[in-house]
């Protein structure tokens, strides 16, 4: 297994808020809102960022940095107001990050850590948040 696919597994286990977790392509595939129950999540690589050269000499060894967004989406439908979406999304959010701080996937040297997050879309019911976490591994030169 690999980062994306375990993230994906630990979002989904016991006790998960989140009616569906998904990846890349279903998020390409959503036009104004899902079309599933929410809250949902999508896992997708965001960035990948990659330091120097650790070697003077043989193969290239370099750290690379990945940044892995979780794109959540949540709704309030019996709230007219729409202020109790923000306290799941807090909920939500917090959920995540238990799950995720700390995890090291198999494909991993180091243990996620948390980057940032931010709303970035509130619109047709829904709030979306994006996280962001930081996914450390080593890229080698295959010889």
Known sequence: MSTIPEMKAK????GTPFAF???????????????????????LSAREVSADNDRATGPVLQRQERDIMVVIVAEDLGDA????VQDE???LK??????????RPS???DRITHVGGEIVQASHG??????????????????
């Open 11 to 14: 979002l989904l286990s016991p």
């Open 21 to 43: 977790v998904q990846g890349a392509t279903a998020l390409s595939q959503v036009k104004d809102r899902p079309d599933a129950v929410l809250p949902g999540a999508y896992v």
């Open 81 to 84: 107001k729409g202020d109790a």
């Open 126 to 143: 829904c709030v979306w948040f994006e996280d962001t976490y930081s996914a450390p591994t080593f890229i080698k030169e295959q010889r």
């Open 107 to 109: 494909d991993m040297v």
């Open 89 to 91: 999304l807090e909920e």
């Open 94 to 103: 917090a959920w995540c990050r238990r799950q995720l701080i700390g995890f």
